[in-house]
């Protein structure tokens, strides 16, 4: 059974910093492709971050670009999230998600809720 | 950024009547759309791919079509299960938007 599991959200107080984990199991980690997706509170979904299966190629949406870093530990079957330089407009559930190729984001993780705030 | 306008934002409903919900991209995007359904405090499922597509395991009564700039995401016969946000998302190009969402509420 594929399963994620995404740990690491908080209370986190802004121009702080958050890292988000993602522990793969069920599937061979190493050859699926993985994005970083948020909501926050009341809104819609937004895509944060993608991730090649090797970790080569790797992409950001502009709210993040600069702040966020995407990484993959595949020995640790692990996705990770850094955040730095945290706003408001950064509190959202944080999810993992897988995407297949031609099917879109197949599994999703339960997601780990970041809160900016003083 | 291709941007992904959904319609209605929400809407009521009663089980068995056939709901149909609307996505707009702002360019084509051939077939590359996704729909997702979202309950409170449960992460999206994958429904429909490629426009059309079934992902496993979902029922028949969910269906997708459509090509370009616009698609459908149909429900044949709401059952009380499918009370949901829904969500159309574009696999065209990066970033992989999503539309804002339309509620499906019980009527």
């Known amino acids: 059974e594929v399963q994620l599991v995404e740990s690491g959200g908080g209370l986190v107080r802004p121009g702080g910093s958050l890292r988000l984990s993602c522990a793969a199991s069920?599937?061979?980690?190493?050859?699926?492709?993985m994005n970083w997706v948020r909501q926050a509170p009341g809104k819609g979904l937004e895509w944060v971050s993608y991730?090649?299966?090797?970790?080569?190629?790797?992409y950001y949406a502009d709210s993040v670009k600069g702040r966020f870093t995407i990484s993959r530990d595949n020995a640790k079957n692990s996705l990770y999230l850094q955040m730095n330089s945290l706003r408001a407009e950064d509190t959202a559930v944080y999810y993992c998600?897988?995407?297949?190729?031609?099917?879109?984001?197949?599994?999703w993780g339960q997601g780990t809720l970041v809160t900016v705030s003083s | 950024d291709i941007q992904m306008t959904q319609s209605p934002s929400s809407l009521s409903a009663s089980v068995g009547d056939r709901v149909t919900i609307t996505c707009r991209a702002s360019?084509?995007?051939?077939?590359?759309l996704n729909w997702y359904q979202q309950k409170p405090g449960k992460a999206p499922k994958l429904l429909i791919y490629?426009?059309?597509s079934l992902q496993s395991g979902v029922p028949s009564r969910f269906s997708g079509s459509g090509s370009g700039t616009d698609f459908t995401l149909t429900i044949s016969s709401l059952q009380p299960e499918d009370f949901a946000t829904y969500s159309c998302?574009?696999?065209?190009?990066?970033?992989?938007?999503f539309g804002g969402g339309t509620k499906v509420e019980i009527k």
């Open positions: 069920g599937f061979t980690f190493n050859s699926y492709e």
């Open positions: 998600a897988r995407i297949t190729y031609f099917v879109g984001f197949d599994y």
């Open positions: 991730i090649s299966s090797g970790g080569d190629t790797i």
């Open positions: 490629t426009a059309s």
């Open positions: 360019q084509s995007i051939s077939n590359d």
């Open positions: 998302q574009q696999n065209y190009g990066t970033p992989r938007t």
